[in-house]
């Protein structure tokens, strides 16, 4: 494009401009001085314009309304996840409260079962079991510093646990009564046969040493005699299971199950050894 015409467009431009002025001047000073036609216009213009201003505000309001529908999603959501990890949080306190009630009540349950028996002692938890395999036996949670000492017996509100064999100074080992190494001495408490109970391992408990003349039935409940200065005297052991007697021997082979389920104990009474029963006791086979 040439010099000429670069001016030519401008000139154009300039010339339009100048014109464009003029006719908005005119339209001024008439409609000045005749205002109905202004209204007129004015009116053409608004109906032509209307709705275009009316899209935009309704685009205008859509996009409002997705927004603030966006935010509140948004709220909604963080809302939720705030809801579930308090929901989560209270149903764990209610888990913890029941598990703490239940320790409750098994520990009232030690601590009238001790004042009711007169036995005086420590309350333990227990935290395991033996881990080598080769003991039946638990540990527990109290030990020398609680004046826990090797051969003190283990007892529970429904019967004999079984005695102390090591202790450190915050556990100690339980030998339970249904290992092969424990024995108790015990009576038949309703016709007061004395035997030995001695562990069977899964199969509970046998009491060694009844001979055959001896009235021993099923059912009939085994306790301690004392004799054995371990265990109190007059704590359940366990009710006998059956009783077998073969041709050969001079015993019954009777069988007892412990009256304490050991496999799902979870607290136990540590009392000292008990004393000597006094001269005249019932104790033998009768």
């Known amino acids: 494009m040439g010099i000429s015409d670069r001016f030519s467009v401008k000139g154009r431009v300039v010339v339009t401009a100048v014109g464009l002025l003029c006719i908005s001047l005119f339209l001024t000073a008439y409609s000045s001085k005749h205002p109905e036609v202004a209204r007129a216009g004015s009116a053409v213009i608004s109906e032509i314009t209307a709705p275009v201003g009316r899209a935009v505000a309704s685009v205008r309001a859509g996009a409002r309304s997705a927004w603030s529908g966006y935010l509140y999603l948004r709220g909604v959501a963080a809302e939720n996840d705030s809801l579930r990890l308090e929901l989560g949080k209270i149903r764990g306190e209610v888990l913890a409260l029941g598990e703490l009630s239940r320790e409750n009540a098994r520990l009232r349950a030690l601590l009238n079962f001790s004042q009711s028996s007169g036995l005086a002692g420590v309350a333990a938890s227990v935290i395991g079991a033996d881990a080598t395999g080769w003991v039946r036996g638990i540990v527990v949670n109290q030990g020398s ?32 009564i249904t290992d092969h190494s424990s024995s108790v001495d015990a009576l038949v408490q309703e016709t007061r046969v004395r035997g030995i109970i001695e562990g069977a391992g899964s199969s509970g408990c046998e009491l060694r040493y009844v001979t055959k003349d001896a009235p021993v039935k099923s059912g009939e409940l085994v306790v301690t005699s004392g004799f054995d200065r371990v265990y109190p005297k007059g704590l359940a052991i366990g009710r006998v299971s059956s ?44």
């Open 145 to 176: 510093t609680s004046g826990v000492t090797v051969g003190m017996a283990a007892v529970h509100p429904q019967g004999v646990v079984g005695q102390v064999i090591s202790v450190t100074p915050h556990s100690a080992r339980v030998l339970l």
């Open 243 to 286: 009783v077998q007697s073969g041709d050969a021997g001079l015993f019954h082979a009777v069988r007892v199950k412990p009256a304490v389920d050991l496999q799902r104990l979870e607290e136990v009474l540590l009392v000292s050894a008990a004393p000597a029963p006094a001269n005249g006791a019932q104790g033998g086979q009768s």
